[in-house]
Nanobody, 115 residues
């Protein structure tokens, strides 16, 4: 069993920064992929960024060059550093981990970017 707790959301001005954290507990050693998703009101879940166990990363085009995903294995934490924020980044951000064939989601953290 894996549990996820996200934090770090809040309100930022356009051009500002926020850093989201996803603390993983439970069978964290079996995680092979961690992802950040976001959902804006009335929209579907969109993949934002991913990081594999070996540190490979990928980003959706709209956040490339602005967001950085990283992991601290000693702290069982995955981060999403968000810089140069835009109003369209406003959403609830969710952390998801994959352990083989199973997936676990966090509860989400709200990010609001004002213009």
């Amino acid at each position: 069993q894996v549990q996820l707790v996200e934090s770090g959301g809040g309100v930022a001005q356009a051009g500002g920064s926020l850093r989201l954290s996803c603390v993983v507990s439970g069978s964290s050693a079996s995680i092979d992929l961690t992802s950040w998703y976001r959902q804006s009101p009335g929209k579907q879940f969109d993949l934002v960024a991913q990081i594999t166990r070996d540190g490979s990363t990928r980003y959706t085009d709209s956040v490339k060059g602005r967001f950085t995903i990283s992991s601290d294995n000693a702290k069982n934490t995955v981060y999403l550093q968000m810089d140069s924020l835009k109003p369209e980044d406003t959403a609830v951000y969710y952390c998801k981990v994959r352990t083989g064939s199973r997936e676990y989601w966090g509860q989400g953290t709200q990010v609001t970017v004002s213009s």
